[in-house]
């Protein structure tokens, strides 16, 4: 099993940053890739960007790259999220996840984040 804990999130005008944190307990070893989703009101969950355990690769949504990044810091079992420029059409609900070797996500209790003036 792992936990995953988020937080960072609030309320950031436009043009804005954040700095999201997604600390990882339980089965770390089990993990080989970290991750981070959103979920608007009445829309789907969505992908925002990874990166593997290692941090040698990362992967972003084209509608955040050049924004956002993805960094990890495995001393702490800590993946952030670094949201710059931040739009109002980045207003959702930010989930963590965790994908282990066996193929089953985990996922966090998810942070607001809402942009507006």
């Known amino acids: 099993q792992v936990q995953l804990v988020e937080s960072g999130g609030g309320l950031v005008q436009p043009g804005g940053s954040l700095r999201l944190s997604c600390a990882a307990s339980?089965?770390?070893?089990?993990?080989?890739?970290m991750g981070w989703y959103r979920q608007a009101p009445g829309k789907e969950r969505e992908f925002v960007a990874r990166?593997?355990?290692?941090?040698?690769?990362?992967y972003y949504a084209n509608s955040v790259k050049g924004r956002f990044t993805i960094s990890s810091d495995n001393a702490k079992n800590t993946v952030y999220l670094q949201m710059n420029s931040l739009k109002p059409e980045d207003t959702a609900v930010y989930f963590c996840?965790?994908?282990?070797?066996?193929?089953?996500?985990?996922w966090g209790q998810g942070t607001q984040v809402t942009v507006s003036s």
């Open positions: 996840t965790a994908h282990s070797r066996s193929g089953y996500d985990y």
């Open positions: 339980g089965s770390i070893f089990s993990i080989n890739a």
């Open positions: 990166i593997s355990w290692s941090g040698a690769n990362t």
